[in-house]
């Protein structure tokens, strides 16, 4: 081996830590333990007979270009087919705005790569998504946190970070914004709030980006516009998603935005993996065209809204005093907020003992703030689990009650 | 849409310039052209009755986890199988040395991620692989071109180029090499000269980067043991990909190197899009599992030396004096020197009106030399297409030699 090898390692690669999440995650990796902190979809959703069906359909029919080079931009069917669907919920869009990418990780992997240069300021929610927080870390980024209310980012916050910038002649690369059943507090943002958002964001000139991967996903209440609707004035990059309501394992996503921010993605995909995987893109769209998207759609909606009833009814029945919880419309999470005094780090410790686990609300935060905090997956664990689960939980946190 | 979106750039996106190559390949989408420019396999290589049957098993059999989010590292079956196939040719590897990637261009990708800061300083061929030197490019390293001679990179000018760093206190971060049928040049590294250049980059303590695509598609002579073998001291980095010799559509890579280089590669990979589709590592593994990848093998190498083996005879019959080239071993593409007054980027564009294209050599030097060589792909055309696309190239250096 070369001497010395740390010396050889980029700012980007220095700045990667083992992130303390893993580490804690390792814990939970024993038999019995009953798991709230992956992000995993129910396997019960997955369609495997009619992915049977159309694997074989697409290599009978399109095998040269299902298993050839794609192109940059994504498969053209696919494309098109998602911009029609976007397009029928009103968005002025067409496949020229849309560009394929291998999972919406990697469009928040693209994005900062397009835009962010280290000591680059951004605008993220307290709380944000983890991975899209660590890609902006790797690229250098300067996060600035704004705090959620129960409508999500509190928008009268975000302007005074705008004004603080401007006033110093600043202003953020883009603000992250999670519109749809937050990851991980849960929470929607009403039409007025993204309003408010776009409104601000227009008077200080900023890009926001819109990450959506749960938007389908919603039990009850009323769907909501999207952010890039309502701006209507390609500002807004709009991220996508198969993971959640169709499978992870295809590794595919998009983004929706204008035409000239789509062509510096694509520039960036092309050295980053020249093309996603042309055969589960042909799939996907066949998967869609037979209407089975939109059938098992409602049966992962069915699936999730009763699992997530019987977390709420769990937490009413088994979680102390002193504890509050988000109850989402929609997605795959929810977030509790312990007493002040508890550190949610503290207590996955008692809890992985009595075989329960959850993600420590922390690490969501940019500033390291928000260690009462715990986010809480309900889409994996079968809905016996999550009773159990969270009896166990409710058992670790009055025990942490009661030593103090 | 913001004022002045340009503004906003990163130094990374700014540096990216819309390729001359992509543009100029935008002129062989005609109809009748014959294509030598592209790098694609030949789809009559696909196995696409065999990937059916494949496709129908791994979902019937372990559809949950195909489906699924993979680990980081890579589908736990393959990573052992490719690590297998590596310690059996002489490898000192486990699957801990392996890392799956979404393509070998992710790997070439990653791998400055973890290495490059702007202005850093690599080593590469001249002539070497586009799609390295346009993401090196992109990470702002500052590339140091090497001249081949007919055993590949030339080894004391190597040693020149480190020796002038080492006596300004410099090192390189890695030297690019890729040892078989290399592309563009279609040479291939003998194994004194391999052993020249590990010892150079163990005097002067630097990395290796062994970019090695095409090593399976050997047609002729002996095989090489690979520069990580022979090294056997954890300097060397060492990439393959399916693209070749099975599919490139199913975006599989993948990365052999010390753990500790690995480890980083699995960091930067995570917030880059977290894993690489299960779905298609795990239809690769039964496909390896049950020998259909050795048995297809021989076929892909069969079919190409008969393609080879007619392009060189048409090159001998077609190709006016004056002009040379390569005769590979292997691999999927050759070199064509042409007189030196002549600019390759000219007859490109009389080739084209002649309704042949190839790619010009000058895009594979970083240091924009090479303007009368061209790069040549003999997988894709069919026999006949190959025979007279050479005698349409043929007629259009003619013609050019001509009106000189």
Redesign the interface.
Known sequence: ???D?EQ??????KR?K?SAIRELLKLTNKPGLISFAGG??S?LT?P?EQ??EI??EV??ND????????TTEGDSDLRKILAERYAAQGLKITQDNLVIV??S??A??LI??????RG?KIIVGLPSYL?GL??FH??GAKMIGVKHDKYGMNSEKLEEELKLLHDIGEKP?FVYIIPDFQNPAGVTMPEWRRIEIIEICKKY???IVEDSPYRELRFEGEPQKTIYQLAD???VLLLGTF?KVF?????IGWVIG?P??ID?IV??K???????????QKIAARYIEKGYFDKNLQNIISLYKEKKDVMMKAFEDYLPEGVTWTNPEGGLFLFVTLPEWMDAEELFLTAVENNVAFVIGKVFHCDDSGKNTMRINFSYASKEEIVEGVKRLGKAIKDMMDKK
């Open positions: 081996m070369v001497k090898f050889l390692l980029s700012e980007s690669s990667m083992k995993l979809p396997p997955f495997t992915l049977k694997s074989c290599l009978e095998g040269p270009s299902a298993l050839q080079y794609s291998t999972s990780q990697q928040l992997d900062p790569k397009v835009l962010i240069d680059d991975g660590q890609s790797n690229y690369k000139d900023v890009l004035d390609g500002r993971s499978v992870p394992g295809f590794r204008h000239v921010v510096r520039m960036a092309q050295s980053t993996d020249l093309c996603t995987s042309s055969f589960v």
